[in-house]
């Protein structure tokens, strides 16, 4: 079965800060890879999702994330955040050909101070 | 656009009662899920269905049951809810087919069990 790992629990920037959020997974097999956000009082949606082909992943909002296969890493990343990114980010993982039953880590609550 | 209703946000109940969550999705989707959702636990599977009539254990079923009798409903039932039970619960669709193990979310049903 696989398993996710999100290392930053609590992130506090400012506005204009780069921010990084890491991901690794632990599956030896072909996987998907996504990000989801929670903004407050709102449902979770898609960020962004891998399943093949370039390892940079472009999402909405200026997000982007790199599959690096040799780390089992699917890192987060935004240039410069803003306010409205406040919200809580969770990466999941399928594996391609299995049940399709994502694993989600347990959550990064990302605060940004404007 | 694609739609996943949960029909409660906030729920008050009492230790001992009968709960039921209801959850209806509008994309014809195979697939529905029921989470729950902690803070610093993530999101972890409670029960989730494949089809109509069929379901199957998650990864912390104990205490719950659902009933998927319409390929568009998928409720939840605590049959005696517990104060660990309050907790946000997350219901999720995907399509069978095409299915990557991206999911669409409803907007949460917040439990408290006093």
């Known amino acids: 079965a696989q398993s996710v790992s999100q290392h930053n629990h609590h992130v506090i920037l400012s506005e204009a800060a780069s921010l990084e959020l890491g991901c690794n997974y632990s599956?030896?097999?072909?996987?998907?890879l996504f990000w989801y956000v929670q903004y407050p009082g709102q449902h979770l949606q898609l960020l962004l999702k891998?399943?093949?082909?370039?390892?940079l992943v472009k999402g909405i909002k200026g997000f982007e994330a790199e599959f690096i296969k040799s780390k089992f890493s699917f890192n987060l990343r935004k240039p410069s955040v803003q306010w409205s990114d406040t919200a809580e980010y969770f990466c999941?993982?399928?594996?391609?050909?299995?049940?399709?039953?994502?694993?989600f880590g347990r959550g990064t609550s990302l605060i940004v101070h404007p | 656009d694609v739609k996943v209703t949960q029909s409660s946000r906030y729920l008050v109940k009492r230790t001992g009662e009968k709960v039921f969550l209801e959850c209806v999705q509008d994309?014809?989707?195979?697939?529905m899920f029921w989470y729950r959702q902690d803070p610093g636990l993530g999101l972890r599977l409670i029960y989730f269905?494949?089809?109509?009539?069929?379901?199957e254990k998650g990864d912390i079923p104990e205490g719950y049951s659902v009933s998927r009798e319409k390929k568009e409903r998928f409720s939840l039932i605590l049959e005696s809810a517990s104060t660990n039970q309050t907790s946000m619960y997350l219901c999720?669709?995907?399509?069978?087919?095409?299915?990557?193990?991206?999911?669409?979310f409803g907007e949460g049903s917040r439990l408290t069990v006093l």
């Open positions: 999941a993982v399928t594996a391609s050909g299995g049940s399709y039953i994502p694993t």
């Open positions: 269905s494949y089809d109509v009539k069929m379901k």
């Open positions: 599956y030896g097999g072909t996987v998907n």
């Open positions: 891998y399943f093949s082909g370039d390892p």
């Open positions: 999720a669709s995907s399509p069978g087919v095409t299915n990557t193990g991206e999911l669409f």
């Open positions: 994309m014809d989707h195979e697939n």
